[in-house]
């Protein structure tokens, strides 16, 4: 057995191949995917489990047990990597892997600089479009799941090889523009322009918005100011670039707390130039028909609705960008796929412009698109609305979760150098809000609450950062009265049961983090993360390590090693930093 065969194999795929051709030795010609293995839920029924014994009892007349027990019993010896295979209940397979073969398997992972997570996306590009924020309104507290989950899609596809170009696709050209404009001239204050521009933006979008709504001549003249800036007027031209310049420092400066990048920042208005050709091709085909004045591509026969491409006021719509962007991405990059990152509001729009870029052949069948939705994010007050400007900024959360942070720092850790303090406290704090988000089921709804986001015994980022900071603290210890040893180099021998546990959820890493990425599920490797750093509380708790026995000694701490691989290896794919003292 050697090491270089299983490295950047998932511990599942090798297990799933040999019992397929174990299945094949027995039954002859399958269907695809026999002999497929899953994690089991608990322990004792060994690491993996295989049901298909179930799935093809019908086909050969067969009690389920029977056909367990044939593939089971039958045929060569185990492989070395498995060192227990046994049927149980009505015909479950549960395999166990041989200790020896893990530990291989985890020296493997600590020397390989993708920590053992294959590279099934090398040679495959990706666009991954988040964020995407609209220029002239601040992010603010709902803005934050699609740059927080978007950034962690992001890194996971990157870790699984892909060749990714992440996409901010800024809201910069729309209707707002002409309340901003109006917002402008009547209520701007220079001073404040400057001082805090998006804030200002903001609170002059609010009055005017605000305005307009009682105010039906204020609303025509917005309309007005629209048209004129649609139609190229220098002046107003030249207002919509600077609420774009301004809005932009202001982005920037979250996303540089935030530690995400793009590698394209490309607004709305970067496509306006292609969509009256869109919009004519749509046409050419038969696809778009003219509707009182607009045009429309009706899609009701497939429950799509009807979605249009041009107002009959000769606006475009944000699905005419769309579909622009998709064949201008499509042309300049030949990705293999597109992840657009939203709000679960948007999912017909996705809907409807996916099958127009099918039907028309501008997203060609070898491209595919995702639209990764997720839930809205609330405070236990109720939700926010920009419009009515009583909105908790991003920024302004990142503050109180920095300064929370360094409370409880200062009262655990009052001896701490103020500038050390802050430091961490802005990893923890910055870690506790992305956490929260990326922790739950992107689909679910979910209110944010500070209790749980920072605390220290539950499933939070502050939890997970301490438990790395604490393997760093025994690895030093380690270093420190060993210095000639070299923590991480020696053999894991699991001696006891929670050893064996650790090793093999360890393990599992690689195959956790394809499956997080592959799902669009960050929280998959969130959850992962937490079972590994409570598994390894309780290793810490019940055995001796520095002062164990030379040998067992040596093996668990190669054993913390690996976790605390895994652990920062897997935070850094979250966007959560792991200060290595707390
Ligand atoms: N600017 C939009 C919003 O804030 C999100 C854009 C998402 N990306 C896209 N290609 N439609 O709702």
């Not at 549960?94 to 985890?106: G, P, R, V, W």
């Not at 249009?308 to 990059?333: H, L, Q």
Request: one cysteine or more.
């Amino acid at each position: 057995m050697t090491d270089e065969k299983f490295s950047g194999v998932l511990l599942e795929d090798l297990l799933s191949r040999w019992l397929g051709k174990r299945f094949a030795e027995e039954f002859g010609d399958l269907p695809e995917g026999i002999g497929r293995v899953a994690q089991t839920a608990n322990p004792a029924f060994g690491d993996f489990q295989c049901n298909d014994a179930m799935v093809l009892a019908k086909r050969f007349k067969m009690p389920p047990r029977a056909i367990a027990e044939k593939v089971v019993r039958g045929g060569a010896d185990l492989p070395q990597y498995i060192s227990k295979m046994e049927t149980a209940g009505a015909g479950f397979i549960n395999i166990t892997l041989s200790d020896k073969f893990l530990s291989s398997y985890a020296l493997c992972m600590a020397s390989d600089s993708k920590c053992g997570v294959p590279q099934s996306g090398a040679g495959r590009r990706v666009i991954i479009d988040y964020s995407s924020p609209n220029v002239a309104k601040p992010m603010h507290i709902g803005h934050i799941r699609s740059t927080v989950i978007g950034s962690a899609i992001d890194r996971l596809y990157r870790a699984l090889g892909y060749d990714v170009i992440s996409d901010n696709h800024i809201g910069d050209w729309g209707t707002q523009f002409g309340v901003i404009i109006m917002g402008y001239r009547h209520f701007v204050d220079m001073k404040k322009l400057s001082e805090a521009p998006a804030s200002e933006l903001e609170r002059v979008y609010v009055l005017s918005y605000s305005k307009a709504k009682d105010d039906p001549a204020w609303m025509d003249q917005c309309r007005a100011e629209l048209v004129k800036l649609q139609s190229g007027d220098p002046e107003n031209l030249a207002l919509w670039k600077e609420f774009v310049r301004l809005s932009l420092v202001e982005f920037d400066r979250t996303y540089a707390r935030l530690g995400v990048k793009f590698d394209l920042t490309r607004g709305e208005s970067y496509y306006h130039p292609a969509l009256a050709g869109i919009v004519e091709r749509l046409e050419k085909g038969g696809l778009a028909t003219e509707s009182d004045g607009a045009v429309v591509v009706d899609m009701s026969d497939e429950n799509l609705g009807v979605c249009i491409v041009r107002k009959s006021d000769g606006g475009y719509n944000y699905a005419t960008t769309d579909i622009a962007t998709v064949d201008s991405r499509v042309k300049e990059f030949s990705p293999d796929k597109i992840v657009y990152v939203t709000d679960e509001r948007q999912q017909l729009h996705f809907k409807q412009f996916f099958a127009i870029c099918r039907k028309t052949g501008i997203a060609p069948q070898s491209v595919s698109l995702e639209h990764v939705w997720f839930g809205l994010m609330r405070l236990p007050e109720g939700t926010f609305s920009t419009r009515q400007g009583n909105v908790i900024k991003l920024e302004a959360l990142l503050d109180e979760a920095e300064s929370r942070a360094l409370e409880i720092i200062r009262s655990t850790r009052p001896d701490m150098p103020e500038e050390e303090a802050r430091q961490i406290a802005s990893k923890i704090g910055i870690g506790a809000v992305k956490y929260s988000d990326l922790s739950q089921d992107p689909k679910t709804m979910i209110t944010f609450t500070w209790d749980k986001a920072l605390s220290l015994d539950g499933n939070s980022g502050p939890y997970l950062q301490y438990a790395y900071a604490r393997i760093m603290s025994v690895l030093d210890k380690y270093r420190a009265m060993f210095p000639d040893a070299e923590p991480g180099a020696a053999e894991i021998v699991p001696t006891e049961e929670v050893e064996r546990q650790l090793l093999f959820k360890a393990a599992m890493y690689p195959s956790v983090v394809t499956k997080a990425a592959l799902s669009y599920r960050p929280c998959v490797l969130a959850d992962y993360l937490y079972d590994v750093s409570q598994t390894y509380s309780s290793f810490y708790q019940r055995l001796p390590f520095i002062k164990a026995e030379p040998g067992v000694r040596e093996s668990r701490i190669s054993l913390c090693a690996l976790v605390s691989r895994v652990l920062f290896s897997g935070l850094h794919l979250l966007g959560i930093e792991t200060p290595e003292r707390i």
